[in-house]
């Protein structure tokens, strides 16, 4: 009797120990793709003091930006993307900037409603009326599962945009996109 009971423990802890168990496991997206757009407004912005010297001063920095970003990326671990892509801003009359981006991404809780936070680095790589600028921000926010492979998302914005002869600015703004992802088992919906 006590070598029957001894057996069937020792069997029963083996088993749960060579178990796979996929419940476990946490998703990722795999391949993504994520466009969308953004407004924010300049909290540093100062209205234009009357120049009354005889040197050209740089106006200061538009109140608002607005822009759209589309960026392709990879989820190698369930917490961890990184992505890249491009980003159109409008800041004000001819500064039309266009920045190659890089975008890490760290989510939280993966899966129907991750919370996010993107951190972005761009650099300018077309010529307006400035060159040589460069962005560096946070966008936190939530996706929200739509389909199999689509999720809508939105979130604040926090960004820095270091533009020739004028002072940063600093924009505080909303963003709205959606992603589309290769893995369609990443949501609720894609379980069959």
Request: no cysteine; net charge positive.
């Amino acid at each position: 009797m006590k070598k029957t009971l001894l057996l069937f423990i020792g069997f029963l802890g083996f088993s749960k120990i060579f178990s796979q168990e996929t419940e476990t496991k946490k998703s990722k997206m795999d391949f993504y793709f994520n466009p969308s757009l953004n407004i924010g407004y300049n909290v540093g912005y100062k209205e234009p003091e009357v120049n009354n010297t005889q040197y050209i001063k740089a106006p200061p920095m538009g109140k608002v930006t607005y822009g759209i970003t589309a960026i392709g990326g990879y989820n190698f671990l369930p917490n961890f993307a990184l992505g890249t892509g491009l980003r159109y801003s409008f800041v004000e009359d001819n500064n039309h900037l266009v920045f190659w981006m890089i975008q890490p991404k760290i989510i939280f809780s993966p899966g129907d409603r991750p919370f996010y936070i993107d951190l972005n680095y761009g650099r300018q790589i077309n010529h307006s009326a400035v060159s040589d600028s460069e962005l560096w921000g946070a966008r936190l926010g939530m996706m929200v599962s739509y389909s199999k492979r689509l999720s809508q998302e939105g979130g604040i914005v926090l960004e820095g945009q270091k533009i020739k002869d004028n002072p940063n600015a600093f924009f505080i703004g909303l963003s709205y996109g959606i992603t589309i992802f290769s893995n369609k088992n990443y949501t609720g919906y894609g379980e069959d």
